[in-house]
């Protein structure tokens, strides 16, 4: 009897086609992790026995996760519809892709030392390809040859799987060492996360879309705490940050001025006013007022971490992940200034005692004791005072972080000056038909709060006579934003409006005069402008900032603004956004969708110009 021919509804074909995609898969995991190993020549160093553990099993592992979502669909037609030359077809089409993306990627991260991103792929498809990649002849031959190259390697293995009997336990072996891979490059680098081991979390950014597993609320817990910084030093990475990309020169006597910066965290640009921070604008009046001025990030790190390092956002991770201080502060610690920093919120959350501050990281207090915002502000008002009061040698250099605006906040006795204000708020609840006022106004309440210990600041400065002899900076990290173009966007750190980048910038700077000055200005402005201006720095700012001086008369066509994983270039009339998942958003003044601005390309070239300059090639 002749055995009934396989139809689609029997289960040998589909047993057949998942077996194949699984050793597809695993055939994949070795072409990735190949590919993957490219990357290792941009790491400029894989110090120490856990370091090089990581390593090698980051390579694989990441390579399977990979693999795992560019297989869901292969996998979904073997299982749906298990026809031998469309799944073998779709398979091998994704994998091709997948390959040569990679490929395309590791030439972008070879150049500009950042993965393929929303601004690359727009240059790419928008007549800016050449520009962003140098393509020649030779360069299309080699893409040429590489996607015949992949086919090759691809099609030969998709046969050759089909073509051989593969061996459960084999696979099973293969499926079990992936996963142990997996599980100990997650396990390390949560470890190495928590405490600060720069040789292990420095090598993550250097592959594409590897995000391993951190932990530090859980370890901490635990008593697993950040490396001190003599031990964690003896295991750093030489680092891929090029900041500053040539020596610092200074010139000059020693400097003589103090530095003093005072953040409001969420202020908005217009409650800069003589209601609301009355103090504040009083003193606007003996200050340089830059009233076109623009944070660096919409959150508070990378807010705060474009004012002190004079970096984009995109650094950040970098930064933190080798250690690597604020120029602004390494230079003023040689310089023999004294520290005062003061922050109500944790220094280690975000991470400054492992970024702006890794230099002095031993002189910090992590923590302001309080039971609150309310409380903290009111204690590093308090450690200021005594830290002007006290005696010292040589000039100081200090913060004062506000942190009760972050939350609304104002003690209970407080006299609220603007009502009605909301008791509480929840920022789930809010949306288009909430009304912004009361809960405006809650926040304004707490500006004037935090106004009234600034104008002690200012009491103390000037009765101790320090005020002619102190450069002080008052600004906010980001904006905060009430609906204000009617696109329900609340708070902060989920656009790049305006209303949640703009903020005031006061500069009060002895010798100088007063005045307002209405061109636009950013964060990353600062560090230039005291490493000069202060500090005696004469090497060019494009060294080692992203910024130029607050003094030079530079129009800038955009500014960048940056969060997480998404960026604003900022110019006169638009906004252009990277959004995470890869898109690019064109927006107009009032950020409101608008098309693609005229000079869109070559501004978003010169962003990715700066976005790498301060990476090692």
Same mark, same amino acid.
């Given at each position: 009897?002749?055995?009934? *021919?396989?139809? +689609?509804?029997?289960?040998?074909?589909?047993?057949?086609?998942?077996?194949?995609?699984?050793?597809? #898969?695993?055939?994949?995991?070795?072409?990735?992790?190949?590919?993957?190993?490219?990357?290792?020549?941009?790491?400029?160093?894989?110090?120490?026995?856990?370091?090089?553990?990581?390593?090698?099993?980051?390579?694989?592992?990441? #390579? $399977?996760?990979?693999?795992?979502?560019?297989?869901?669909?292969?996998?979904?037609?073997?299982?749906?519809?298990?026809?031998?030359?469309?799944?073998?077809?779709?398979?091998? +089409?994704?994998?091709?892709?997948?390959?040569?993306?990679?490929?395309?990627?590791?030439?972008?991260?070879? !150049?500009?030392?950042?993965?393929?991103?929303?601004?690359?792929?727009?240059?790419?498809?928008?007549?800016?390809? =050449?520009?962003?990649?140098?393509?020649?002849?030779?360069?299309? +031959?080699?893409?040429?040859?590489?996607?015949?190259?992949?086919?090759?390697?691809?099609?030969?293995?998709?046969?050759?799987?089909?073509?051989?009997?593969?061996?459960?336990?084999?696979?099973?072996?293969?499926?079990?060492?992936?996963?142990?891979?997996?599980?100990?490059?997650?396990?390390?680098?949560?470890?190495?996360?928590?405490? @600060?081991?720069?040789?292990?979390?420095?090598?993550?950014?250097?592959?594409?879309?590897?995000?391993?597993?951190?932990?530090? @609320? $859980?370890?901490?817990?635990?008593?697993?705490?950040? /490396?001190? /910084?003599?031990?964690?030093?003896?295991?750093?990475?030489?680092?891929?940050?090029?900041?500053? =990309?040539?020596?610092?020169?200074?010139?000059?006597?020693?400097?003589?001025?103090?530095? !003093?910066?005072?953040?409001?965290? @969420?202020?908005?640009?217009?409650?800069?006013?003589?209601?609301?921070?009355?103090?504040?604008?009083?003193?606007?009046?003996?200050?340089?007022?830059?009233?076109?001025?623009?944070?660096?990030?919409?959150?508070?790190?990378?807010?705060?971490?474009?004012?002190?390092?004079?970096?984009?956002?995109?650094?950040?991770?970098?930064? !933190?992940?080798?250690?690597?201080? /604020?120029?602004?502060?390494?230079?003023?610690?040689?310089?023999?200034?004294? %520290?005062?920093?003061?922050?109500?919120?944790? !220094?280690?959350?975000?991470?400054?005692?492992?970024?702006?501050?890794?230099?002095?990281?031993?002189?910090?207090?992590?923590?302001?004791?309080?039971?609150?915002?309310?409380? &903290?502000?009111?204690?590093?008002?308090?450690?200021? *005072?005594? $830290?002007?009061?006290?005696?010292?040698?040589?000039?100081?250099?200090?913060?004062? %972080?506000?942190?009760?605006?972050?939350?609304?906040?104002?003690?209970?006795?407080?006299?609220?000056? %603007?009502?009605?204000?909301?008791?509480?708020?929840?920022?789930?609840?809010?949306?288009?038909?909430?009304?912004?006022?009361?809960?405006?106004?809650?926040?304004?309440?707490?500006?004037?709060?935090?106004?009234?210990?600034?104008?002690?600041?200012?009491?103390?400065?000037?009765?101790?006579?320090?005020?002619?002899?102190?450069?002080?900076?008052?600004?906010?990290?980001?904006?905060?934003? $009430?609906?204000?173009? @009617?696109?329900?966007?609340?708070?902060?750190?989920?656009?790049?409006?305006?209303?949640?980048?703009?903020?005031? %910038?006061?500069?009060?700077?002895?010798?100088?005069?007063?005045?307002?000055?209405?061109?636009?200005? =950013?964060?990353?402005?600062?560090?230039?402008?005291?490493?000069?201006?202060?500090?005696?720095?004469?090497?060019?700012?494009?060294?080692?900032?992203?910024?130029?001086?607050?003094?030079?008369?530079?129009?800038?066509?955009?500014?960048?603004?940056?969060?997480?994983?998404?960026?604003?270039?900022?110019?006169?009339?638009?906004?252009?956004?990277?959004?995470?998942?890869?898109?690019?958003?064109?927006?107009?003044?009032?950020?409101?969708?608008?098309?693609?601005?005229?000079?869109?390309?070559?501004?978003?070239?010169?962003?990715? &110009?700066?976005?790498?300059?301060?990476?090692?090639?």
């Amino acid at each position: 009897m002749t055995p009934p *021919k396989d139809n +689609l509804f029997t289960p040998t074909p589909r047993k057949r086609a998942l077996s194949w995609t699984f050793r597809f #898969a695993l055939f994949n995991v070795a072409v990735i992790s190949i590919l993957l190993l490219r990357y290792a020549s941009s790491i400029p160093e894989i110090s120490g026995p856990l370091a090089r553990t990581f390593f090698v099993l980051s390579v694989p592992a990441h #390579a $399977f996760s990979i693999v795992l979502l560019a297989m869901i669909l292969p996998a979904l037609l073997a299982l749906l519809w298990p026809n031998r030359s469309f799944v073998t077809t779709i398979a091998v +089409l994704v994998s091709i892709l997948t390959c040569f993306t990679l490929m395309v990627d590791t030439e972008v991260f070879r !150049l500009y030392r950042f993965h393929l991103n929303a601004m690359v792929w727009e240059l790419l498809t928008g007549g800016a390809a =050449s520009e962003t990649l140098p393509i020649s002849s030779n360069t299309w +031959l080699t893409m040429t040859g590489a996607l015949l190259g992949l086919l090759l390697v691809e099609g030969g293995g998709a046969t050759w799987i089909w073509l051989t009997k593969g061996r459960a336990a084999k696979n099973k072996v293969i499926l079990l060492l992936l996963f142990i891979a997996l599980v100990g490059a997650n396990a390390i680098h949560a470890w190495a996360d928590a405490t @600060g081991y720069t040789p292990v979390v420095s090598q993550v950014r250097y592959f594409p879309a590897y995000m391993p597993l951190t932990s530090k @609320g $859980f370890l901490r817990k635990l008593g697993v705490e950040p /490396a001190k /910084a003599e031990v964690n030093a003896k295991a750093k990475l030489k680092g891929s940050l090029a900041y500053p =990309s040539a020596p610092l020169t200074r010139t000059g006597a020693a400097p003589d001025k103090n530095i !003093l910066v005072i953040i409001v965290d @969420g202020w908005r640009e217009d409650c800069l006013d003589p209601e609301t921070t009355p103090n504040i604008w009083r003193f606007k009046k003996r200050s340089l007022n830059f009233s076109n001025h623009y944070s660096s990030g919409n959150a508070t790190r990378f807010g705060t971490f474009g004012l002190f390092y004079g970096l984009h956002s995109n650094y950040w991770h970098a930064a !933190l992940a080798e250690g690597k201080g /604020a120029l602004l502060v390494e230079e003023a610690a040689k310089l023999g200034y004294n %520290f005062g920093i003061f922050s109500s919120a944790p !220094l280690d959350s975000p991470e400054f005692d492992r970024t702006i501050f890794s230099a002095i990281r031993e002189q910090l207090d992590i923590t302001t004791e309080g039971e609150n915002a309310v409380a &903290r502000d009111l204690k590093i008002t308090e450690k200021f *005072k005594n $830290f002007v009061g006290a005696e010292r040698g040589g000039p100081f250099f200090s913060l004062l %972080f506000y942190d009760s605006s972050h939350s609304y906040a104002i003690p209970a006795d407080y006299p609220a000056p %603007f009502t009605p204000y909301a008791e509480s708020v929840n920022h789930l609840s809010l949306d288009a038909d909430t009304d912004p006022a009361p809960i405006k106004n809650k926040l304004k309440n707490s500006y004037h709060f935090i106004d009234s210990l600034v104008g002690e600041v200012f009491e103390e400065l000037e009765s101790k006579g320090l005020l002619e002899e102190t450069v002080v900076v008052i600004t906010g990290d980001h904006g905060e934003e $009430f609906n204000d173009n @009617g696109l329900s966007f609340w708070g902060h750190n989920s656009g790049f409006s305006p209303w949640q980048t703009r903020v005031p %910038f006061l500069i009060h700077w002895p010798g100088k005069s007063a005045g307002n000055i209405t061109r636009r200005t =950013s964060h990353v402005d600062l560090a230039p402008t005291l490493l000069k201006e202060v500090l005696g720095v004469d090497a060019a700012a494009e060294t080692y900032s992203n910024g130029v001086s607050l003094f030079a008369d530079v129009k800038r066509p955009f500014l960048f603004v940056g969060s997480w994983d998404s960026y604003g270039l900022v110019g006169e009339s638009w906004t252009i956004v990277s959004l995470p998942s890869g898109e690019l958003e064109y927006r107009d003044e009032n950020y409101l969708p608008a098309e693609k601005p005229a000079g869109a390309n070559e501004a978003l070239l010169a962003a990715l &110009r700066q976005m790498s300059i301060f990476f090692k090639k």
